[in-house]
């Protein structure tokens, strides 16, 4: 996920913090990045765990002016995300610290709750779901102390794809992330977990990798799972 925000005015610093399903404040903050073109606009990407339709991020933003003023709380002034018009807070002036419409809640953080719906659409129209009802795994012995396993399928491209690798006990691979083949030097059970990014699929499924000298026969297991209704 790519998170943009555009602010009212020219800040020197903008941290940001999140929560998953919870509106409680973060635990830790990571910096944003000043766009190089605009001053005004700022971003933080980050890499969310699988995500259902009724799952929704909490964020909440701290930063300072340039004039070293907090940033104000405009998300409850606003009734979290409404559409009320709000009178905008600012200083008296340049050197006060004083307010004119005087926020609610005291200045230092502001909020935005973001909410997902994937799946409003047909899975007869999403040509990733298709390539996914097709996509085959194999497991190929290079030689007794490497092999190499790889998920395939006709218009298979994985740039379409968040690929995600565990081993049976259900560990994230993280060195996996996004590839479609890997090598392995190590017998065992690796699983997948395929997800199109922009239709309301999934494919899931495991290679075993015996471990007698990573030659003698390999049990292959698949399923694509549908979100949609």
């Not at 830790?28 to 699988?50: A, E, I």
């Not at 009320?84 to 006060?96: D, L, M, Q, Y």
């Not at 049976?168 to 030097?185: C, F, P, R, V």
């Amino acid at each position: 996920i790519e998170l943009t925000v555009n602010t009212s005015e020219v800040l020197s610093e903008l941290k940001i913090g999140y929560n998953l399903n919870s509106d409680g404040l973060p635990s830790n903050y990571y910096d944003m990045t000043q766009s190089m073109n605009n001053k005004l606009v700022w971003s933080y990407k980050f890499r969310p765990p699988l995500l259902n339709d009724k799952d929704f991020y909490f964020f909440t933003f701290k930063g300072k002016d340039i004039s070293t003023n907090e940033i104000v709380d405009v998300y409850w002034s606003s009734l979290q995300n409404g559409n009320t018009s709000v009178p905008i807070p600012c200083r008296i002036n340049n050197v006060g610290t004083e307010w004119t419409n005087v926020p609610s809640i005291a200045p230092g953080k502001d909020h935005v709750k973001v909410p997902f719906n994937f799946c409003g659409r047909s899975m007869q129209n999403d040509e990733n779901c298709k390539v996914l009802e097709n996509l085959e795994s194999s497991l190929t012995y290079n030689s007794c102390k490497d092999a190499t396993i790889s998920l395939h399928a006709q218009n298979f491209d994985p740039a379409n794809f968040l690929i995600t690798w565990s081993d049976e006990a259900g560990n994230i691979l993280k060195d996996y992330n996004d590839k479609n083949i890997i090598s392995i030097t190590t017998p065992g059970t690796y699983c997948y977990k395929i997800e199109a990014i922009d239709d309301c699929c999934s494919m899931e499924g495991c290679v075993e990798v015996i471990e007698d000298n990573m030659i003698n026969s390999i049990a292959i297991t698949g399923e694509v799972i549908s979100d949609l209704q």
